[in-house]
């Protein structure tokens, strides 16, 4: 439908902000009125005001086709005075300059409407502070001519109108460009078309798809093309690419660049989403105009640095980085500007799936219409599960109240004494679950984050703001928001095994109802990955509806290109791990000794990595092949190089652990990567916490234990085996070092295009031998 922007109605408050909005970044925590709180300061003063005094006034204009409209907080007839209302606590001195004109710039909007209404020549124009401390009101207060008001209105609007038909100018281009869009390999394959038809179908019909499609189905492709297609056909007006893991975007960003390889023009607008910490340009500032050059006059520079942002088609984090440089403006505050004005935007999920994301919030103040193509959906459940939580720790408390000024030391130790009593409650265990949180613990954290809030409310500069306790205001924040959501999808627990240490989690256990509440404001989205077996599991923990459309592309691999044997003998349990060492490491020179090239080896956990890592640096001694290890803790740098290595070398075993960020999402294709032995089938560690989850799974949905370990595992050890095949040209083995892989149940989980060998292996120097 994109024959231009039909957004033909905007809000006074979006355009001042747009184009009146000037000065320096400044994301210092300035605790500000509630809603509520400026609704009563509101009532407040205009419960003094004349009988005949007017509330809400709901005004407009028109320029050019489009509707300014807004409403006025308060008019006095008698006087002829128009209001704007705006509550504030602590001195009135020390509200920004920047704000007061933007508060200045809306009230004159509203003033020149009123005028134009009234069809009077001129207007008091009166801004009032209202202190929610001292309940004290601030006028300030003009007269200004209807003619400087219309002047000043028409400025503005202008500005927007200008931006605006830029804006509707793209998209009627984009529109024509979409309809003769052919695809950028000219003809799809057919597993290519059967996962393109239906996520185009998804679009048109606004359903959810939860689509299974293997490595090498080109699945990245097969969304963004039909997705692009729809929105010219369906009300869909953005895309959001939303992907749990910083390769994915960069394959999305590599496929949106193949079909907007255009010659000519490109229409199309899309951008990257990168975190704060790792976009940032001056780290170790802070985030305002006295301490970092690129926060300094960022509104002042934005029109420039957006008029130039707007002339790329993919504004990638590179991208953003060199704008940053020449326009000395912030790249993080710059691309959630644009996130406004372009097609695509490629992202976490955690932008559109969190608690107050940015790009939900956008969608609900524009009424966007999104079709979200959620990549490598199956790590939705753990990263939903972490969303929805908040935590307590009370070694952090305890720092807390010891930074603490005397009108905070109150509650946190009354915080601190409720705690010791549920300690005292539950005894001091590793895991003990608690049915409900006292009342007056919540109270105290409330009071604790109110007065909290008072005391920089009165002085924005306090110390405090460089303390311990700062930190556990934010913490307490967020218990108490998650608080108000919880249900029976969460649990509540006390791991308590270090003193003075404890830490008090609401714990999300089943993220469904909060996922779906996200996906419903959506017009239509495709889950997917290449690891969505069983179906029942992913559809019913990431909340799909139950009219949600399933899909299972076919692999378009043949099984003669990858051999895959079981060790049908071979214990990888925890109590059998040790023993095994010898026996893998004798298996992986033998295979390397057979056959040469690159091979990554998957253990379960670092520690029986490093025992791995050393038997195998003696028996590689006289062999010609380098080692690598995964580290606990790598930077993005780090692991380049570590993926970097197999691209550029031949004979290289790399050892990573199963799960970790080596196990999906890199491509390795050719004589990259060989071989893959997984040492395990990739279960989550038994503790506490797992087995309460797995007693809930059997009670909500009676396969706890699946739900739990078997599922989860056996998705990182088919992710993980997906390295090794990648394009249809390829060829490699496959080694899956575990008995319990030959189960009935845990084979029909493997992929069906696996043509399985079993093979019985013996310790020493002998060869495996086949059965």
Not at 123 to 132: D, R, T
Not at 165 to 182: C, D, M
Not at 415 to 433: A, T
Request: with cysteine; charged share 20%.
């Amino acid at each position: 439908m994109l024959a231009g922007n039909k957004t033909t109605v905007v809000a006074i408050k979006t355009l001042v902000e747009f184009a009146a909005k000037t000065g320096s970044l400044d994301r210092k925590f300035n605790p500000s009125p509630s809603g509520q709180e400026g609704i009563e300061g509101h009532k407040r003063v205009t419960t003094n005001r004349p009988d005949d005094y007017q509330t809400e006034v709901s005004l407009s204009t028109e320029l050019e086709g489009v509707t300014f409209r807004g409403r006025a907080d308060g008019y006095e007839p008698a006087s002829h005075c128009v209001e704007e209302i705006k509550t504030f606590y602590g001195d009135i001195e020390n509200i920004p300059t920047n704000h007061t004109y933007l508060h200045w710039a809306q009230i004159k909007c509203y003033a020149w409407m009123l005028c134009e209404k009234l069809g009077c020549e001129s207007i008091k124009v009166a801004l009032i502070y209202f202190n929610l401390t001292d309940q004290k009101e601030h006028r300030f207060e003009n007269t200004c001519t209807a003619q400087e008001l219309q002047l000043f209105f028409r400025e503005l609007a202008e500005h927007y109108l200008a931006w605006h038909t830029k804006i509707n100018q793209r998209l009627v281009q984009l529109g024509s460009w979409i309809e003769k869009l052919a695809f950028p390999y000219g003809t799809m394959r057919s597993s290519q078309r059967l996962m393109a038809e239906a996520v185009y179908k998804s679009a048109a019909t606004g359903r959810v798809l939860l689509a299974e499609a293997p490595t090498g189905t080109g699945k990245t492709l097969a969304g963004l093309f039909p997705a692009l297609k729809a929105m010219t056909r369906t009300e869909i007006n953005k895309v959001f690419y939303l992907t749990a893991k910083t390769t994915g975007k960069h394959l999305a960003l590599e496929n949106i660049a193949l079909i907007a390889s255009d010659n000519g023009t490109v229409p199309l607008r899309a951008l990257e989403l990168t975190a704060q910490e790792k976009s940032c340009l001056q780290a170790g500032s802070q985030c305002r105009g006295d301490t970092c050059v690129y926060a300094l006059d960022f509104y002042t520079k934005l029109k420039r640095a957006r008029e130039a942002a707007y002339e790329y088609p993919i504004l990638d984090k590179t991208t953003l980085a060199q704008l940053a440089h020449t326009y000395e403006i912030c790249p993080f505050y710059l691309s959630m500007e644009m996130c406004r004005w372009v097609d695509i935007v490629v992202a976490d999920v955690n932008y559109y799936f969190d608690g107050t994301p940015l790009l939900l919030g956008l969608t609900q103040e524009f009424n966007w219409r999104p079709y979200l193509l959620v990549d490598e959906c199956h790590n939705l459940i753990d990263r939903g599960r972490q969303m929805y939580s908040a935590e307590l720790n009370r070694k952090q408390l305890l720092s807390a109240k010891k930074a603490a000024v005397k009108s905070i030391k109150k509650p946190l130790g009354a915080i601190n004494k409720l705690w010791s009593k549920m300690i005292d409650d539950v005894g001091r265990y590793e895991f003990s679950v608690i049915p409900n949180l006292p009342e007056k613990f919540i109270l105290s954290l409330l009071e604790f984050t109110n007065k909290y809030v008072e005391l920089l409310q009165q002085h924005p500069d306090h110390p405090i703001q460089h303390t311990p306790a700062h930190e556990f205001f934010f913490s307490a924040l967020r218990f108490q928001n998650v608080f108000e959501s919880i249900d029976d999808d969460f649990c509540i627990d006390l791991q308590s095994q270090h003193k003075n240490a404890e830490i008090l989690t609401l714990r999300n256990l089943i993220p469904a109802r909060l996922l779906s509440q996200r996906t419903e404001l959506a017009s239509g989205s495709c889950f997917f990955s290449a690891t969505l077996s069983p179906p029942e599991y992913y559809r019913t923990l990431l909340g799909l509806p139950d009219d949600s459309v399933q899909l299972n592309v076919p692999s378009p691999f043949q099984e003669n290109q990858l051999t895959v044997k079981i060790a049908n003998n071979l214990s990888m349990r925890f109590k059998d791990r040790n023993a095994a060492v010898d026996t893998v490491c004798h298996l992986i020179c033998q295979q390397l000794r057979e056959q040469p090239g690159n091979a990554i080896v998957f253990l379960p956990s670092y520690d029986f990595l490093q025992k791995v890592n050393e038997h195998l640096r003696y028996t590689f001694a006289d062999m010609d092949i380098k080692l690598l290890q995964q580290a606990r803790r790598m930077s993005e740098q780090e692991r380049q190089l570590f993926i970097q290595e197999f691209n550029t070398h031949n004979n290289i075993l790399g050892l990573a652990v199963l799960g970790g960020v080596f196990g999906e999402g890199i491509d390795l294709v050719g004589d990259s990567l060989k071989g893959v032995f997984i040492t395990t089938l990739g279960l989550p560690q038994i503790n506490p916490i797992n087995e309460y989850i797995r007693s809930l799974m059997q009670s909500r949905f009676q396969r706890g234990y699946d739900f739990t370990y078997t599922f989860p595992g056996i998705q990182k050890v088919i992710q993980a085996a997906g390295r090794v095949i990648r394009t249809q040209d390829d060829t490699g083995y496959l080694w899956l070092l575990d008995e319990r892989f030959l189960q009935k149940d845990i084979r029909n989980l493997l992929p069906s295009w696996w043509a399985i060998k079993s093979e019985a292996l013996d310790s020493g120097n002998k060869k495996p031998r086949a059965l």
